[in-house]
């Protein structure tokens, strides 16, 4: 059997991506490792590999011997006696060649198996590192909200202070705890999203579903973008595998043609022969042994002539299969790299927001300083702040799957 050597480590650095968070590479790396090794839909997928493996062992045989044994009711005379029974033997054999066009049939077959092994593992990495990216964007969240419902009731005691002196009213305060409020329940609802995330990934690593899934503190956006060697898609595990399976359709015709040949047979047949009562001369009850050749000729080939046109019609679905897939691939490599560089300019611009929003909170409490804050003004900048910061968590995770996705593709 082969086996599949992937470098995980350079799957998961995404390039550039993950240099300054080795942390993070180690944590993700044993989560993909643990994901490969008890995945059961790449054991399945390993069992088929070998059971097709192992039909090569099957194929390699030729027809069933035939034995057979005759009794005769009524014996025949002959001059050398009256024939008792008969025993025979017979043995076909295929034309030169055939068994082992049959073998390499089976073992294109299982080429092509194959892939289907290399593409699992590789769809499951890229879909741990996809889980575990979602876990991590979850976690920051409630993180942020966390800090803003701090600072919420920071601006709180504020505003009680300003209620006391009538430089606020009530209505302010109760504002403020309404969004403290609709702040919690948001925590609270990430909360459940990320119990669900970790058993989705939990079960990709085919453990128990309560298992705690500890992800990195934070992840930063590379400075720069990793190179896309756009070549590599060709080799895709996706694609090879229609090669392989245009290969067999190869192997498949070159059986059909040993298979269209004519068979030889050996035989032998053994009569016995029982003695003529009162008679002496040299052959009486001499058995009789008679070797045989026969060959078997497909007069009618018509079966042949229709599996050679099928195989031709097969090789032809498979190369447009092939373009259709390659198709496919290089939209989605293209629509994972726009996403990337969307990702990276819009977390520049919530990096920009964010400053210009902590301008806006600063002046707000320099405001508060010299006895006057419009607390509404507080709301709006901190619904703001809040909305800069999501958008940045998202825009990191966002880059960090795309770049799974092109690894998933190009790697």
């Not at 026969?294 to 000729?297: D, G, H, L």
């Given at each position: 059997?082969?086996?599949i050597?992937?470098?995980?480590?350079?799957?998961?650095?995404?390039?550039?991506?993950?240099?300054?968070?080795?942390?993070?590479?180690?944590?993700?790396?044993?989560?993909?490792?643990?994901?490969?090794?008890?995945?059961?839909?790449?054991?399945?997928?390993?069992?088929?590999?070998?059971?097709?493996?192992?039909?090569?062992?099957?194929?390699?045989?030729?027809?069933?011997?035939?034995?057979?044994?005759?009794?005769?009711?009524?014996?025949?005379?002959?001059?050398t006696?009256?024939?008792?029974?008969?025993?025979s033997?017979?043995?076909?054999?295929?034309?030169?060649?055939?068994?082992?066009?049959?073998?390499?049939?089976v073992?294109?077959?299982?080429?092509?198996?194959?892939?289907?092994?290399?593409?699992?593992?590789?769809?499951?990495?890229?879909?741990?590192?996809?889980?575990?990216?979602?876990?991590?964007?979850?976690?920051?969240?409630?993180?942020?909200?966390?800090?803003?419902?701090?600072?919420?009731?920071?601006?709180?005691?504020?505003?009680?202070?300003?209620?006391?002196?009538?430089?606020?009213?009530?209505?302010?305060?109760?504002?403020?705890?309404?969004?403290?409020?609709?702040?919690?329940?948001?925590?609270?609802?990430?909360?459940?999203?990320?119990?669900?995330?970790?058993?989705?990934?939990n079960?990709?690593?085919?453990r128990?579903?309560?298992?705690?899934?500890?992800?990195?503190?934070?992840?930063?956006?590379?400075?720069?973008?990793?190179?896309?060697?756009?070549?590599?898609?060709?080799?895709?595990?996706?694609?090879?595998?229609?090669?392989?399976?245009?290969?067999?359709?190869?192997?498949?015709?070159?059986?059909?043609?040993?298979?269209?040949?004519?068979?030889?047979?050996?035989?032998?047949?053994?009569?016995?022969?029982?003695?003529?009562?009162?008679?002496?001369?040299?052959?009486?009850?001499?058995?009789?042994?008679?070797p045989?050749v026969?060959?078997?000729?497909p007069?009618?080939?018509?079966?042949?002539?229709?599996?050679?046109?099928?195989?031709?019609?097969?090789?032809?679905?498979?190369?447009v299969?092939?373009?259709?897939?390659?198709n496919?691939?290089?939209?989605?490599?293209?629509?994972?790299?726009?996403?990337?560089?969307?990702?990276?300019?819009?977390?520049?611009?919530?990096?920009?927001?964010?400053?210009?929003?902590?301008?806006?909170?600063?002046?707000?409490?320099k405001?508060?300083?010299?006895?006057?804050?419009?607390?509404?003004?507080?709301?709006d900048?901190?619904?703001?702040?809040?909305?800069?910061?999501?958008?940045?968590?998202?825009?990191?995770?966002?880059?960090?799957?795309?770049s799974?996705?092109?690894?998933?593709?190009?790697?």
């Open positions: 059997m082969k086996y050597k992937i470098n995980i480590k350079f799957v998961l650095a995404l390039g550039s991506c993950l240099l300054s968070l080795i942390v993070n590479a180690q944590q993700l790396e044993v989560l993909i490792d643990e994901a490969l090794t008890n995945n059961p839909e790449i054991q399945k997928f390993e069992l088929q590999y070998k059971r097709a493996s192992e039909k090569v062992n099957e194929v390699n045989t030729i027809p069933n011997t035939e034995f057979g044994v005759g009794y005769f009711v009524s014996e025949p005379e002959t001059r006696g009256a024939q008792r029974f008969k025993v033997a017979k043995q076909m054999l295929p034309w030169f060649g055939t068994i082992t066009s049959r073998e390499s049939y073992s294109s077959l299982a080429d092509a198996k194959y892939e289907d092994i290399v593409i699992a593992k590789r769809k499951l990495m890229a879909s741990v590192s996809q889980s575990y990216y979602n876990l991590y964007a979850n976690k920051a969240k409630q993180e942020v909200l966390t800090e803003n419902i701090k600072l919420l009731e920071t601006y709180e005691t504020l505003a009680l202070t300003s209620v006391e002196v009538d430089k606020a009213s009530a209505v302010d305060v109760l504002r403020l705890q309404m969004r403290q409020n609709e702040m919690q329940q948001l925590k609270d609802v990430l909360q459940q999203q990320f119990l669900a995330e970790q058993t989705n990934l079960n990709l690593l085919n128990e579903n309560d298992i705690a899934v500890t992800v990195v503190e934070s992840l930063i956006m590379p400075s720069e973008d990793f190179e896309i060697t756009t070549e590599n898609l060709a080799l895709h595990p996706e694609l090879l595998k229609y090669n392989k399976l245009y290969q067999s359709i190869e192997q498949s015709e070159l059986l059909n043609q040993k298979e269209s040949s004519p068979m030889i047979g050996f035989g032998l047949d053994y009569i016995n022969v029982s003695k003529r009562p009162n008679m002496n001369f040299s052959d009486n009850g001499k058995d009789i042994v008679m045989m026969s060959v078997s000729i007069i009618f080939n018509k079966k042949y002539k229709s599996q050679t046109k099928q195989n031709e019609l097969e090789q032809q679905e498979i190369t299969q092939k373009q259709e897939r390659l496919t691939l290089e939209t989605v490599l293209s629509k994972a790299i726009n996403e990337r560089i969307s990702a990276r300019i819009s977390y520049a611009t919530q990096i920009k927001n964010l400053n210009q929003a902590k301008d806006a909170e600063d002046i707000l409490i405001s508060y300083e010299t006895g006057t804050i419009d607390f509404n003004d507080v709301l900048i901190q619904e703001l702040q809040l909305k800069f910061q999501m958008n940045q968590i998202e825009s990191v995770k966002s880059y960090y799957v795309q799974a996705i092109i690894n998933y593709l190009i790697q």
